[in-house]
């Protein structure tokens, strides 16, 4: 169980900006490859990426510098020590870079080597990753619970062509459906709404996370259009499929007012919230993420407070995987979900100490990809290790979205084998 090499490399992620790959090789032969995915919007809270800031190489986003602390820095104080022991790894990472943001070597230098370190035990143990984490955390039952996929549709915001104020409109199977039924929702709708788009002439283009980005006036209508989608794929709104939205309202929250398509004047904070309980009225959202500005405390937790008992109100932005601000609204009561993103913490011990504050607060865990992704399927094994509720992995489409999927699926046949053996 012994580290006896770690090796990085600069590879590409799936907008064909750099990223870090590091491999960790035990001395029984183990591997564990980990790839870090990074996000096109960093919060201000969250861990720092390294960057080479190098303007001619790759536009500055080379990681050439997180590839050097890797291999110098940080290999030769892990080789010989035990894999296993994760705790005492990830925080020989955090005294190495020594900073709250992880801003010296960087947060996805550091996850890259944890990732990796991790990987490399459960190859060790020759158990899947997922079963390894939930062994070493108990954070879920020993029969896997498969975790709901949150389907992202449609586009909007930086992620879109930048007509739709809203970032991301979802579609979320009824969990009355198992993984396999759930996956085979995704793809309908997903099929039935390109048919509509192209029968609309709203354009069918595909964005960063799958999702397709359509000419749509408003918000609105990207609603409306999904409902057709779900309508034409043969299944009943509001029983089978729900729908919701990530609104990401830092980017058109302007002078303490927030400014959309969907009206001329600028909404105020409470006319902001009336907005979303008439959508709520309207739609039945299942789910509603980074509705206000991440310091628009108040408003959340009214939003929290109208609609909370029926609605997922998701902080990502709000906490960004950050103890600080996610111990702040178990205090104020201003989510009752959140996004966990590994890179947005810096290693996975820390990472599953925030997923044991929400879990311990009550909260729904959704287990998620990132903007820029690889072709890495880490994330699925994670989400069913710590017992997410839900995943975002992006559309049922592109390869380092679906990746994920389907290793979701290989791990709900080997659940439901485990079900059977148990019950003969």
């Known amino acids: 169980m012994k580290i006896k090499s770690v090796k990085a490399r600069e590879i590409l992620d799936s907008r064909g900006i750099p990223t870090i790959e590091t491999e960790v090789y035990l001395e029984d032969g183990s591997l564990g490859v980990a790839s870090v995915p990074s996000g096109t919007h960093l919060g201000k809270f969250e861990a720092k990426e390294l960057r080479d800031n190098d303007l001619g190489r790759f536009h500055g986003m080379g990681v050439l510098k997180a590839i050097e602390y890797v291999e110098k820095l940080i290999g030769p104080r892990i080789v010989g020590l035990d894999a296993s022991f994760q705790g005492k790894l990830d925080q020989l990472l955090v005294e190495l870079d020594g900073t709250e943001d992880k801003s010296k070597l960087g947060g996805n230098t550091l996850l890259s080597v944890s990732q990796a370190v991790l990987e490399a035990s459960a190859a060790s143990y020759k158990i899947p990753i997922y079963k390894y984490l939930q062994q070493k955390y108990q954070l879920s039952d020993k029969i896997p619970f498969m975790p709901i996929p949150i389907f992202n549709l449609i586009n909007g915001g930086k992620n879109g062509t930048g007509n739709l104020d809203f970032q991301e409109f979802h579609i979320i199977p009824s969990s009355r459906k198992n993984y396999l039924q759930a996956l085979e929702c995704g793809q309908g709708v997903y099929q039935a709404l390109k048919k509509t788009l ?168 959704i287990a998620s990809h990132r903007s820029g992704e690889t072709n890495d399927d880490f994330m699925a094994d994670f989400s069913v290790g710590i017992g997410a509720n839900y995943v975002k992995f992006g559309a049922p489409a592109r390869g380092e979205r679906v990746i994920k999927y389907n290793r979701l699926l290989r791990i709900f046949e080997e659940s439901t084998e485990n079900v059977k053996n148990q019950s003969v």
């Open 198 to 365: 192209i029968y609309r002439r709203a354009g069918h283009s595909v964005g960063d996370k799958g999702g397709f980005t359509p000419n749509l006036f408003t918000n609105m209508d990207a609603l409306e259009v999904l409902l057709e989608a779900i309508n034409n794929a043969g299944y009943k709104f509001a029983r089978e499929i729900f729908v919701g939205v990530d609104v990401a309202a830092r980017y058109f929250y302007k002078n303490g007012k927030y400014v959309i398509k969907d009206r001329s004047q600028p909404f105020s904070a409470k006319e902001m919230i009336q907005y979303y309980i008439s959508l709520n009225n309207e739609y039945q959202l299942f789910s509603l993420e980074d509705a206000f500005y991440e310091e628009d405390w108040g408003s959340w937790q009214q939003i929290n407070k109208q609609i909370g008992q029926d609605t997922l109100i998701i902080g990502d932005s709000l906490l960004v995987g950050n103890k600080e601000r996610v111990a702040e609204a178990i205090k104020k009561k201003a989510c009752n979900a959140f996004l966990i993103k590994p890179n947005q913490i810096g290693t996975i011990s820390e990472t599953i100490m925030i997923v044991k504050m929400a879990k311990d607060a009550g909260w729904q865990v």
